[in-house]
């Protein structure tokens, strides 16, 4: 027995096929098909047509897949090559996307369903990542109801789930190797149900965290912070001198999976902080010193204030593994920042002050 389906382009439940956009009123429609009928019939945008499906032998629901319960946010702010998705895990989302004119054809962070929702995409400039994370918070549930466990990746930057370098957080990839990126679900599941949280491995410095900090010309931004948290969240300052002061260990780059009650209770923390420190930090620094990079350490302090079990992962990095002379010429100054700072302290470690201070000590 056959049926009649009116389907709507561009008008219900958005569906995505080959960067083909429609929406229809049949919530079982799959985005091939509705792509197949698009191009055979030639239909233009905002127009409906009709067309016949066999009736299902039953109207009851399908048997919710257990990925459902697992979205990671995957951040882009220009095209790239993207890994495989067949499982629905990976949510691709364009971040500042009220900034910009181009659209990278997938989820935005300033949109839900194609109306305009709760977010800070034009704060992008300065929260990066974050404005996808706040977007996360506060609209995740509307579009997949029964998430219970939410990551972030980069474009570039994937948790290695299967494979494990010692020495380095990273595992250099080419960017054509992306297509054989593969998420273990099964294994994220069993190590959130756990009680622990996943994080990217540790990069280990030399000195603090705190000091890695100023050698990025930071010591003004982590100031302010310090003076925040210690006025205003103060349950949390002991573990931000912890983290930042007394530590040498870093979980970077806000990559991360938890369970969706504790990433809201951390999205409540973070970005009451985050509120009050941004528009400080816009008055006087440079563009490049805006940047909300503390957003990373706060992260950590956060974890650390909780004592969550932290089970962390190598990263894969994709790009180019042959560095272009720029990027040589960045780590070198970064190491020559990093000499400064070592010079420093040794020359405080060592000055009349510092002696006496030591003596005093004993």
């Known amino acids: 027995m056959m049926r009649e389906l009116i389907i709507f382009v561009k008008c219900c439940q958005l ?12 919530p079982n429609i799959t985005r091939k098909f509705c792509y197949q009928v698009y191009v055979k019939g030639r239909i233009d945008n905002d127009q409906q047509f009709r ?30 090559t993207m890994p495989p998705n067949d499982d629905g895990i990976l949510l691709p989302i364009q971040v500042g996307r009220s900034l910009t004119d181009m659209d990278l054809h ?18 992008n400039a300065s929260y990066n990542e974050m404005t996808a994370v706040y977007w996360a918070w506060k609209n995740l549930k509307k579009l997949y109801p029964d998430v219970k466990y939410v990551g972030l990746f980069h474009y570039r930057r994937f948790l290695a789930f299967d494979e494990r370098k010692c020495f380095d957080p990273f595992i250099l990839k080419l960017e054509s190797e992306i297509k054989d990126y593969k998420i273990n679900s099964a294994k994220i599941i069993k190590i959130l149900e756990s009680g ?6 540790p990069h280990v410095f030399a000195f603090s965290v705190a000091m890695q900090y100023f050698s990025f010309g930071y010591s003004e931004n982590y100031r302010m912070t310090k003076d925040v948290i210690r006025e205003k969240f103060q349950d949390y300052y002991d573990a931000f001198i912890e983290v930042m002061e007394k530590n040498n260990k870093l979980h970077a780059y806000n990559v991360f999976i938890m369970k969706y009650e504790d990433f809201v209770k951390y999205c409540e923390w973070v970005f009451a902080v985050l509120e009050i ?6 008055k006087n620094l440079t563009a490049f010193q805006r940047r909300l990079f503390m957003s990373e350490r706060l992260l950590h302090v956060y974890v650390h204030k ?3 079990k932290i089970k962390s992962f190598n990263m894969y990095f994709y790009g180019d593994k042959s560095e272009p002379p720029a990027n040589i010429l960045k780590r ?11 010079l420093a302290l040794w020359i405080l470690r060592f000055s009349p002050s510092g002696l006496l201070k030591r003596l005093f000590k004993r």
């Open 196 to 201: 622990k949280v996943i994080l990217s491995k």
């Open 306 to 308: 909780h004592k969550m």
């Open 51 to 80: 067309v016949s499906l066999p009736r299902a032998k039953s109207q009851e629901p399908r048997a919710k897949s257990p990925n459902s319960a697992l979205k990671i946010l995957v951040c882009y702010h220009k095209p790239y």
């Open 277 to 282: 420190i941004e528009p400080e930090i816009q």
């Open 106 to 123: 997938m989820q935005s962070d300033n949109e839900v369903n194609g109306q305009s929702c709760d977010n800070i995409s034009d704060k």
């Open 332 to 342: 070198l100054r970064r190491c020559w920042s990093y000499c400064k700072v070592e």
């Open 15 to 26: 569906l995505r096929y080959k960067n083909f956009y429609v929406r229809c009123y049949e």
